[in-house]
């Protein structure tokens, strides 16, 4: 099994993950959806009027429609429609995609659809939050890889931090999950390891698992720095850039009126524009194929330095499966980000793992299938030829 980098895939992800070859049913719109009061008094054009509502694809944290209206003048529009059920956190999470759609937008408007409203359902009972926004009819997913990796370069080269440093002015959600990415820090290895250290500190009570929390400690004190600190030191700079935060096959698509690449369920911050690629390495995934990280390596040039992108690819992958850890009923993420946090100590600091197991085994709190986890020798894939990689993004 393949992988954008060059360190290899763990055993574990190789037994549970496997890059889908059948293509995504796009969604379509059925039967019939009630547009609650506070919807219609949130429409940008007052005097608007609704033709039709209908239920449109599927969300797994709520429901989302495709709103038909008559303008004032006459004209018929289309809304896309967010309902979240989730109390307060489906308030972060609309508040959140909201205010992420609008940066981008104002960035590159033909990048993600045009937010409206955000708001709050009249009824007291249940606490029901919903998002308003441009609708855009989508075609094949994922988005088709040059035209992709062009745009989401592009947002990363013209976004500009409004303070100049990394973060965002509110905490967005990836999935149900709160980022914690709403400070501004000059440094992007303080606003990262706040993020993944956030991250972990959710999944520990879930897994329960003292190996788990070595890991975890050793990531963050150990190998976060080694791997971060060096993108802004001995003068290089690091240019905050805004980011999608959750791009995966599901996000992207082709705009069945332009064709267009474009991306939505967004959850941004200003970051390193590399972390947008962490999700890009895992199988189950269909952005896992390289011709979609080959194209965006040739629109935005790998940071310095240049030899720590592999392993910094691997570091970035880790919020979104410890993510799915937590939020994904039967995910299989547990061992696979376990694996890869021990591949990463043992590559920067594989003296304090052993310390640290070494205590555990003392202690009998050492689960021997997974103290060997992680502690072969790392392989490395050879590169396919250019031949082979052509073929590759052809294929695609």
Known sequence: MAS?????ISEAQKRVE???????????ATGTYQVDESVIEAFPVKGTTIVDALNYGESLWGKTAKVIVRLPGG?????????????????????????????????SPDFVPRPFAWGRYR?????????????????DQPAEPVKLARRL??????????????????????AKIAQKVD????????????HLGHVMDLAKPILDWPEFDVVCRLTLEKVVPRLLLPLQSEGRVLKPCLVHGDCWDGNTAMDIRTGEAFVFDVCSFYGHNEYDTGNW????????????????????????????????????????????????????????VYD?????????????????????????????????AGAKELRYEEEGSEEEEEEEEEAV
């Open 153 to 174: 370069a592009e947002l990363h080269q013209k976004s500009k931090s409004p303070t100049g440093k990394f973060g965002f002015h509110f905490a967005t959600c990836h």
């Open 183 to 194: 400070s501004w820090e000059s440094s992007w290895c303080t606003l990262f390891s706040n």
């Open 123 to 139: 009824k007291p009972q249940p606490e029901i939050y919903f998002l308003l926004a441009e609708f855009r009819d989508v075609g």
């Open 4 to 8: 954008i980098s060059n360190i290899g």
């Open 75 to 107: 004209d018929v529009q289309n809304y896309f429609l967010k309902v979240v059920t989730l109390g307060s956190t489906g308030r972060s999470m609309c508040e959140g995609e909201y205010e992420s759609l609008k940066a981008i937008y104002q960035v």
């Open 281 to 336: 390495r895992a199988p189950r995934h269909r952005l896992s194929n390289k011709a979609y990280i080959r194209s965006y390596k040739r629109n935005f040039p790998v940071s310095e330095p240049e030899e720590d992108w592999d392993a910094r690819n691997l570091l970035y992958s880790l919020t979104f499966n410890i993510g799915n850890t937590i939020y994904i009923p039967g995910s299989s993420q547990r061992q696979v």
């Open 18 to 28: 496997q890059t889908p070859s059948d293509l995504i049913v796009p969604p379509t």
């Open 340 to 372: 890869d946090m021990t591949t990463l100590c043992r590559m920067f600091c594989a003296a304090e793992l052993d310390q640290e197991l070494e205590a555990l085994r003392e202690h009998g709190e050492l689960d021997a299938e997974h103290a060997t």
